[in-house]
């Protein structure tokens, strides 16, 4: 009989690429700060590379490779870089891509405990450990009435919360009749976008999503809270979430969480706390005291793929009351059912989020958190904070320039004083040079430039070359 034909790569071929693979992430690691850290293409550059039509006949591994460097090199902006300081970061690690890799290479979908319990079970004993490990309720464990677990996204997790705060607050039916436009949330004027995404999404609508206003330091107000919940009820409205964050995009702002959490308790409603990127300085306990209140939230969530030296994607996502979100998202059809499920003795997460099909995420989580050990983690963290208010520092001293907001942890708000056009100069001739990537937002109207310490091998000299290089650009200013 002749050999079946199989275009297949072999298990032998595959150990071989595989190394060469590990080598070429090794080695773009050691070399990474060679690169312009914004990638400096046009729009369509990389695609004019690519070949109008796909392979007819399949090519050689090594020739792949060789294009990552080649085609696809130029239009990365290396968020792995030291000195990428913009946005938020998006971290990566060793242990976290090599937990990833192990995911891949396993290919399980874990959409129901049967289909992999290991999957199912080492999530929950993960999310369970980071509890303890954050400071957050005991009711969050999966020993209690809640539980923990890995979604894509902070926005997906804000969309889950909103959903179940829909439901528990038309007792279970608004699944079945939609929403009747009476349906409020809250969110301060300083939330991140992804809640007014959520809003539109589980049927609420934006305008029926209010927007609080902030104090001098862009943190909700709480008295102000309570107001508009008070209008929206004596209109015959029917409010149902509010959604306080721990570190906002725009400013690092923290929401006074237990005086949003006790107006919750007042009218009952749910509370969403989105630490999105501070959360993990709740390792550390010196940082908890900026989540205050959270004992009282119905759910919260960070992302391990900003600051947590996971790559992406990683949400870890909490509820106190599990019955409520798994009563709003958990769909039973025939071909899924199964003796496990049957029994009830096990966690089908396919009812904890929106998607059905689910990559093995926490394996990456478990090797970074191995790895690093609590230690290693609050190292980092406090490392990146220490770094970040070293800058303000700088920036305070320095009497061309302004901090912009008040700098709790590892974002630094800051501009000339010179106005916008100067600080957009300044941003861009930065970011142009390649040497760092930072960027904007605007707070009381005026263009603001962020430096957020947090990328996984940021130190010491690469902020100091930061605020070198800043400075230069500044004193170029008349030019
Ligand atoms: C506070 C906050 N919430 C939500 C998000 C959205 O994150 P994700 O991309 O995980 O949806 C961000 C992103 O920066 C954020 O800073």
Same mark, same amino acid.
Do not use: E, Y
């Given at each position: 009989m002749p050999d079946e034909k199989s275009f297949h790569m072999t298990p032998e071929e595959f150990r071989c690429y595989g190394h060469a693979v590990v080598d070429w992430i090794a080695d773009y690691h050691s070399r990474i700060e060679s690169f312009p850290v914004l990638s400096q293409v046009k729009p369509g550059q990389i695609r004019v590379s690519l070949p109008k039509v796909a392979p007819e006949k399949g090519e050689r591994f090594d020739a792949i490779l060789n294009d990552m460097d080649k085609l696809i090199l130029p239009g990365i902006t290396h968020w792995q870089s030291p000195n990428f300081f913009a946005y938020f970061p998006c971290n990566a690690s060793g242990p976290a891509i090599l937990g990833d890799l192990l995911s891949s290479g396993l290919g399980?979908? @874990?959409? *129901?405990? +049967?289909?992999s319990p290991a999957c199912t079970e080492l999530e929950t004993h993960v999310l369970d450990w980071l509890v303890p490990m954050l400071g957050l309720?005991?009711?969050? *464990?999966? +020993? +209690?009435t809640g539980g923990g677990v890995i979604q894509d996204t902070a926005s997906s997790s804000s969309l889950c919360a909103l959903l179940a705060a829909r439901e528990r607050a038309t007792n279970y039916t608004s699944n079945q009749t939609g929403s009747d436009g009476r349906i409020v949330a809250y969110a301060s004027t300083q939330t991140h976008s992804s809640l007014e995404k959520a809003a539109m999404v589980a049927g609420i609508g934006v305008s029926n999503l209010r927007l609080i206003e902030v104090d001098g330091n862009f943190a909700m107000r709480p008295e102000a809270l309570a107001k508009q919940i008070e209008a929206d009820k004596r209109a015959g409205l029917l409010p149902c979430f509010v959604c306080a964050t721990m570190g906002t995009t725009s400013s690092n702002a923290m929401d006074p969480i237990a005086e949003i959490a006790r107006i919750c308790r007042q009218h009952n409603l749910w509370l969403h706390v989105d630490? !999105?990127? +501070? @959360?993990? !300085? !709740? *390792?550390c306990p010196e940082f908890r005291h900026l989540q205050n209140g959270v004992e009282f939230a119905d759910s919260y969530c960070f992302n391990p793929h900003k600051w947590m030296f996971t790559n992406f994607d990683c949400d870890c996502f909490w509820v106190a009351d599990r019955k409520a979100l798994i009563k709003t998202l958990s769909i039973l059809p025939e071909y899924l059912r199964n003796q496990a499920t049957e029994t009830g003795a096990v966690i089908d997460y396919r009812d904890w989020h929106i998607p059905l099909g689910r990559r093995f995420r926490s394996l990456k989580l478990w090797f970074v958190i191995r790895h690093y050990g609590i230690e290693g983690l609050q190292h980092h963290v406090r490392e990146h904070v220490r770094l970040a208010q070293q800058f303000g520092d700088w920036v305070r001293k320095d009497e061309r320039f302004e901090l912009a907001a008040s700098a709790p942890l590892n974002l630094v708000c800051f501009r000339h004083k010179a106005g916008d056009e100067a600080n957009q100069k300044i941003m861009d001739r930065l970011n142009r040079s390649g040497d760092l990537f930072l960027t904007h937002t605007k707070l009381n109207g005026k263009l603001t430039l962020r430096l957020c310490v947090g990328q996984t091998n940021t130190q010491e000299r690469h902020v100091v070359n930061a605020w070198r290089r800043i400075c230069e650009e500044a004193g170029k200013l008349s030019h």
């Open positions: 399980v979908q @874990g959409m *129901l405990w +049967s289909t309720p005991d009711k969050f *464990l999966s +020993s +209690s630490a !999105a990127m +501070s @959360g993990t !300085a !709740a *390792l």
